[in-house]
């Protein structure tokens, strides 16, 4: 699966958007783009994906850049409930296998 | 209620000793997955499983055993060969087949050998 790359860690003030970058330079055609946040001392749980158009549903959106190299996860208003670490993952949907590959991802956060 | 159950939360145990991790599942989910996460890491994966009676070595098998007797169980053997056994187990399930589908986790085991 193709790399992505993310920053270490962001802050955010509660109520306030946030916006999770990724990249994803040598993303290929038939990538998804899928992202997870884990909570403290909990398994992962999927927010949302993509695969050109954005995207929008209970959780946040997802905007991808037209040449799909990089991408935003947005939570349109920040709870403290959101700290969590964010995981940007590719998935090539011709594979059948399912297999995640989690990288460091980004610890958000939120300040009351 | 759908989901991933794993037993037990905590687990600590003795250098030396073979350990067993519970996984079930009732979302009718044909493939299962464990994961181990180091501190401060991303997941990495052990084994998974496509279907009941099969298993495949993910990518730090060594030291781990896996059975897949029914579709809604995956136990995880932590064996003695394990060199570095501590750390957080998360097992997940999903659909299996493209396009890429959605894993499901459960609430993990953190293991502890001391």
């Known amino acids: 699966d193709a790399k992505t790359t993310q920053p270490n860690s962001m802050e955010s003030n509660e109520e306030e958007p946030v916006h999770l970058p990724c990249n994803h330079s040598t993303i290929s055609g038939t990538d998804y783009i899928h992202w997870y946040r884990q909570l403290p001392s909990q398994g992962p749980e999927y927010v949302i994906h993509?695969?050109?158009s954005n995207v929008n549903n209970r959780m946040a959106s997802l905007a991808i850049a037209e040449d799909r190299k990089s991408s935003t996860l947005i939570l349109h208003r920040a709870t403290l409930r959101d700290a969590a670490v964010y995981y940007c993952i590719l998935r090539d949907y011709r594979n059948a296998g399912n297999m995640l590959t989690f990288g460091g991802g980004t610890r958000l956060m939120v300040k009351p | 209620d759908g989901g991933i159950t794993q037993s037990p939360k905590y687990l600590f145990r003795k250098e030396g000793q073979n350990v067993t991790l519970s996984c079930e599942q009732n979302l009718n989910h044909d493939a299962m997955y464990w994961y181990r996460q180091d501190p401060g890491q991303g997941l990495r994966l052990i084994y998974y499983?496509?279907?009941?009676?099969?298993?495949q070595k993910g990518d730090i098998a060594e030291g781990y055993s896996v059975s897949r007797e029914k579709k809604e169980s995956f136990p995880l053997t932590v064996t003695s060969a394990q060199k570095n056994p501590t750390a957080f187990y998360l097992c997940?399930?999903?659909?299996?087949?493209?396009?890429?589908?959605?894993?499901?986790f459960g609430p993990g085991t953190r293991l502890t050998v001391l």
């Open positions: 993509g695969l050109t």
């Open positions: 997940a399930s999903s659909r299996w087949g493209p396009p890429a589908d959605t894993q499901y």
């Open positions: 499983s496509q279907i009941v009676n099969d298993f």
